[in-house]
């Protein structure tokens, strides 16, 4: 997948997912993982990080919204993306179907200074 179609799959799907095409169509950094895994497993992975974050008071932005979705997806094989913008300085994880591509999830975690 290309950054152009992903930049047009997070449109309109909440903060997080917004700012990251944004960072996108800006030339932000792109990571498209191979192979895919549970969504149940990635989201045990991501509330642990949540709940770093928190007591971290590391800026985010869409987190329970990414969660809700991660468990709504269950047991669903997802595929992950990272796209690592300048500014601001966010790291926003993407959570997608493979076939046809289509987004879960999508947070942002500030990077530290």
């Known amino acids: 997948m290309n950054r152009d179609v992903l930049a047009k799959l997070l449109v309109g799907e909440g903060a997080a ?5 944004s960072a996108l169509q800006d030339g932000a950094e792109l990571i498209l993982w191979e192979g895919a895994a549970p969504a149940d497993r990635m ?4 509330r642990r990080r949540h709940q770093r ?3 971290d008071a ?3 932005v869409g987190f329970p ?3 809700e979705r991660l468990g709504r997806a ?3 094989s997802l595929c992950l993306g990272q ?3 300048n500014n601001p300085d966010y790291v926003y994880m993407i959570f997608m179907t493979d076939n046809p591509p289509a987004l879960v999830a999508c ?3 500030a990077r530290p200074a």
């Open 17 to 21: 997912a917004t700012a990251c095409s």
């Open 43 to 46: 989201l045990a992975a991501y």
């Open 53 to 55: 974050a928190l007591a």
């Open 58 to 60: 590391a800026p985010t």
């Open 65 to 67: 919204e990414a969660l």
């Open 74 to 76: 269950g047991a669903d």
């Open 83 to 85: 796209v690592s913008a």
């Open 107 to 109: 947070v942002g975690i």
